[in-house]
């Protein structure tokens, strides 16, 4: 398929990664790179406090990135996609659509990272976390 420029005016990238359970979008991390391929381990967050701070925001509220067309195409995967619990790795195209790279129900979710250097994940974690086990605990 043809390349789609996803990057922001700054010029970095931003992929982002938000578990779903029971249809609701929850934020699992975002990594920020100069590189179009990113994946976590290589989009240097532990050097840069800017894309921790970033992360940061998004971990803390999704619903202040997934505005108006953004969180009507989350809830568009939710419909398109009959499981209780998956993820997606996405970013948000220059035109402001959703741009899906990946939906799996295998998506690594961990709270393994360390908190001096990530003191937000592991809220984020906890809540996919708390909201899985609620599904899984429910008659």
């Given at each position: 398929?043809?390349?789609?420029?996803?990057?922001?005016?700054?010029?970095?990238?931003?992929?982002?990664r938000v578990m779903f359970v029971e249809g609701k979008p929850?934020?699992?991390?975002?990594?920020?790179?100069?590189?179009?391929?990113?994946?976590?381990?290589?989009?240097?967050?532990?050097?840069?406090?800017?894309?921790?701070?970033?992360?940061?925001?998004?971990?803390?509220?999704?619903?202040?990135?997934?505005?108006?067309?953004?969180?009507?195409?989350?809830?568009?995967?939710?419909?398109?996609?009959?499981?209780?619990?998956?993820?997606i790795d996405c970013a948000i195209a220059r035109d402001g659509?959703?741009?899906?790279?990946?939906?799996?129900?295998?998506?690594?979710?961990?709270?393994?990272?360390?908190?001096?250097?990530?003191?937000?994940?592991?809220?984020?974690?906890?809540?996919?976390?708390?909201?899985?086990?609620?599904?899984?605990?429910?008659?």
């Amino acid at each position: 398929m043809p390349f789609v420029d996803y990057s922001n005016d700054d010029g970095f990238f931003r992929k982002y990664r938000v578990m779903f359970v029971e249809g609701k979008p929850y934020a699992c991390h975002l990594a920020i790179s100069p590189r179009w391929m990113i994946h976590y381990y290589n989009a240097a967050m532990a050097e840069n406090q800017w894309m921790r701070d970033e992360e940061a925001r998004f971990v803390a509220n999704l619903d202040a990135v997934f505005t108006g067309k953004l969180a009507g195409a989350l809830r568009e995967i939710a419909a398109a996609i009959p499981l209780e619990y998956f993820g997606i790795d996405c970013a948000i195209a220059r035109d402001g659509r959703l741009l899906l790279f990946e939906a799996d129900a295998a998506m690594l979710v961990h709270g393994t990272d360390p908190t001096d250097l990530y003191p937000y994940k592991r809220a984020g974690f906890e809540r996919i976390q708390r909201a899985l086990n609620d599904l899984l605990v429910r008659p």
